[in-house]
């Protein structure tokens, strides 16, 4: 059994795998409670799809992704503000045809066949692909994201759960939503590099909604979801190497299917204040 256990981890791509896991659990699982609690799961998405002409950019150029991010997230917000200012359209639509438009150009981008080798990797993620810049990169953004999460961790609560008297306890609205962003998008950035465009949203959502059918207080939900979102990182490269299988997909279906055996055994257990 230990043996097992610890044959994975004598292959050098797998330990970088595994740092690159912990990253990603730790980000996308601490920021992925604010996202439930705000009920921003679908611009948690968005966001992943918005950017994704930029990364893809970003990528051919050989430039930071987190450049290319920040390039296609203002081009992002340009084209729906200016979709919304159309009657024919309106915000909600306006962000649905943007976004998808934006997913389609960075797929064309990414999959055709005069892209590089790798570039694909972008929309499913290639956990196992890990440099060193990738790591170092992914440590950064983690630690930014987790830091960030801390200190703006008294205006992101107060204006998760009472949004209206926000303002009146310090905490203004307008300062809540650009720190979430901001933290939003570092912990995305992390989870593409694991896990790609179409499967970071999983690492977001997933961790935080098992965790909160159990708790609903929220540092131990933090905690919870952090700690949840780094086991499935590491069962996923377990199921990985064991069943032959992608290992993106591997962490993504095991994230996904926690939330949902968490959600099967809360309706069976009295509700939890831990």
Same mark, same amino acid.
Not at 164 to 192: I, K, M, N, Q, W
């Given at each position: 059994?230990?043996? *097992? =256990?610890?044959?994975?981890?004598?292959?050098?791509?797998?330990?970088?795998?595994?740092?690159?896991?912990?990253?990603?659990?730790?980000?996308?699982?601490?920021?992925?409670?604010?996202?439930?609690?705000?009920?921003?799961?679908?611009?948690?998405?968005?966001?992943?799809?918005?950017?994704?002409?930029?990364?893809?950019?970003?990528?051919?150029?050989? $430039?930071?992704? !987190?450049?290319?991010?920040?390039?296609g997230?203002?081009?992002? *917000?340009?084209?729906?503000?200016?979709g919304?200012?159309?009657?024919?359209?309106?915000?909600?639509?306006?962000?649905?045809? !943007?976004?998808?438009? =934006? =997913?389609g150009?960075?797929?064309?981008?990414a999959?055709?066949?005069?892209?590089?080798?790798?570039?694909?990797?972008?929309?499913?993620?290639?956990?196992l692909?890990?440099?060193?810049?990738?790591? *170092?990169?992914?440590?950064?953004?983690?630690?930014?994201?987790?830091?960030?999460?801390?200190?703006?961790?008294?205006?992101?609560?107060?204006?998760a759960?009472?949004?209206?008297?926000a303002?009146?306890?310090?905490?203004?609205?307008? !300062?809540?939503?650009?720190?979430?962003?901001?933290?939003?998008?570092?912990?995305?950035? $992390?989870?593409?590099?694991?896990?790609?465009? =179409?499967?970071? !949203?999983?690492?977001?959502?997933?961790?935080?909604?098992?965790a909160?059918?159990?708790?609903?207080?929220?540092?131990?939900?933090?905690?919870?979801?952090?700690?949840?979102? $780094?086991?499935?990182?590491?069962?996923?490269?377990?199921?990985?190497?064991?069943?032959?299988?992608?290992?993106?997909?591997?962490?993504?279906?095991?994230?996904?299917?926690?939330?949902?055996?968490?959600?099967?055994?809360?309706?069976?257990?009295?509700t939890?204040?831990i």
């Amino acid at each position: 059994m230990l043996d *097992a =256990l610890l044959e994975p981890w004598r292959e050098p791509i797998l330990r970088d795998a595994l740092l690159e896991v912990v990253f990603v659990g730790l980000a996308c699982g601490a920021l992925g409670v604010w996202v439930v609690l705000l009920g921003r799961s679908y611009s948690a998405e968005s966001l992943a799809h918005g950017m994704f002409p930029g990364l893809v950019v970003a990528a051919l150029l050989g $430039v930071p992704l !987190v450049l290319g991010g920040a390039v296609g997230l203002i081009v992002a *917000a340009l084209a729906i503000a200016a979709g919304a200012r159309l009657r024919s359209l309106g915000s909600n639509t306006a962000v649905a045809v !943007v976004i998808t438009s =934006l =997913l389609g150009i960075g797929t064309v981008f990414a999959l055709s066949a005069d892209s590089p080798p790798g570039l694909q990797n972008l929309l499913f993620g290639d956990v196992l692909a890990t440099s060193p810049s990738d790591l *170092a990169l992914a440590a950064a953004l983690a630690a930014a994201a987790l830091i960030g999460s801390w200190l703006a961790y008294p205006y992101l609560l107060t204006y998760a759960f009472d949004p209206s008297a926000a303002r009146s306890l310090g905490a203004r609205p307008r !300062v809540a939503e650009a720190a979430f962003a901001l933290l939003l998008t570092a912990a995305v950035l $992390v989870g593409v590099q694991a896990l790609g465009n =179409l499967l970071v !949203v999983a690492a977001l959502i997933g961790p935080a909604v098992a965790a909160r059918t159990f708790t609903r207080r929220v540092p131990p939900l933090i905690a919870a979801a952090s700690a949840l979102g $780094v086991a499935c990182g590491v069962g996923g490269l377990y199921l990985s190497y064991y069943a032959d299988v992608a290992a993106g997909a591997a962490i993504a279906g095991l994230l996904v299917t926690t939330a949902a055996i968490a959600a099967l055994a809360k309706a069976r257990l009295p509700t939890s204040d831990i």
